[in-house]
């Protein structure tokens, strides 16, 4: 807010200017200015992408359940869509994904480390034998969770030239009213992006407040280490309630119930709790994401969660129902 605050009518009356934000991130990141382009949130990033690098019939590779922005990009490119699904415990399906790299190579394979509604994380070793075993493929690597995985691709000396590496300001920075997030990548895949790219997407207050956010690394990492201690004490005291419960690798705890999952969600709404449901399906069937941000949250939770289960929901916590297909009632696993 203070940030904002300081923006004078002459800013706002200029169209914005996003060089000082690139030039801080391309510092973060240890790249080239060339290297770094602004964009609106991850959607838009997503939608350049694929309007950059993708024509009609272009074969794409998405494994599934993840962001649902990947398969509306795709599709409004005319796309050949190849899924992989996660396998029953949910782990990334890597030999399937590999086998599928060669011999018909993808114009663009997308992967979201972490991803979103499984929470689990591959090691930046495994995208990059995924991007040497394809070198003619553009990866596009959603990294909006990066910050609470502890490892991310920008930590590299060198990105390899066909990855391209998308960040948000919504998860870790809380910022994601502003719409805003970027990627970074080879010199000339950013050259190409902003070929497709419209003027002027990026708000000057959206612009502000990133720049004021990216200077503050000590205080976003010390809240992300905080939300992950959060997540671990709510899933011991789910334990302690025989209920099974993960902490991802995500902002979120992965909490098995009963299956169809929508009851809950929507015995939660009643008690004006929102949980993650949409798209769980498949394996994920019997589980809703919940994001907490402090104790005080989880408590209130809890006691909702035992005020339901007293009520008597169909299907008990420890009850497993059964778990369908991915592509069950259409959904595509959308994060």
């Known amino acids: 807010m203070t940030a904002l605050q300081q923006l004078a009518p002459e800013d706002l009356s200029r169209y914005p200017d996003n060089t000082k934000l690139r030039r801080k991130l391309a510092e973060l990141h240890r790249v080239e200015l060339q290297q770094v382009i602004i964009t ?19 074969r794409v590779l998405i494994p599934r359940p993840t962001f649902g922005a990947f398969l509306t990009a795709a599709e409004a490119a005319g796309a050949f869509v190849e899924r992989v699904d996660y396998l029953e415990d949910l782990s990334f399906p890597n030999d399937e994904f590999h086998r599928r790299l060669a011999p018909r190579t993808p114009r663009v394979a997308v992967l979201a480390n972490p991803n979103a509604p499984t929470g689990t994380s591959l090691p930046s070793a495994t995208v990059l034998e995924f991007a040497r075993l394809s070198s003619s493929t553009l990866f596009l690597i959603n990294e909006s969770f990066a910050s609470y995985q502890g490892h991310s691709l920008l930590d590299l000396e060198e990105l390899p030239a066909n990855v391209l590496v998308l960040r948000s300001f919504s998860k870790d920075y809380g910022l994601a009213g502003m719409r ?24 000057t207050a959206a612009l502000q407040a990133a720049s004021v956010a990216v200077e503050e690394q000590a205080a976003m990492l010390a809240q992300v280490t905080e939300l992950r201690a959060v997540m671990e004490r709510l899933v011991r005291q789910l ?7 993960h902490a991802t690798a995500a902002n979120f705890v992965l909490i098995k119930l009963s299956s169809p999952i929508q009851p809950w969600a929507a015995a939660f709404a009643a008690h004006g709790i929102l949980v993650g449901s949409w798209g769980h399906v498949g394996p994920m069937a019997s589980y809703i994401r919940v994001t907490v941000n402090n104790d005080v949250e989880s408590s209130r939770f809890l006691d909702t969660l035992e005020l339901i289960l007293r009520q008597g929901i169909p299907g008990a916590a420890r009850v497993e129902g059964v778990p369908g297909e991915w592509n069950e009632l259409g959904s595509e696993g959308m994060a």
């Not at 970074?184 to 497709?196: D, K, N, R």
């Not at 334990?239 to 099974?244: F, H």
Request: no cysteine; charged share 20%.
């Open 40 to 58: 609106a949130g991850s959607d838009e990033a997503i939608r350049w992408t694929f309007a950059a690098f993708v024509e009609e019939g272009a």
């Open 180 to 203: 805003i997030g970027y990627l970074v990548g080879a010199p000339e895949v950013i050259s190409a992006l902003s070929v497709v790219r419209p003027a002027h997407t990026v708000s």
């Open 239 to 245: 334990a302690q309630r025989s209920i099974e419960a």
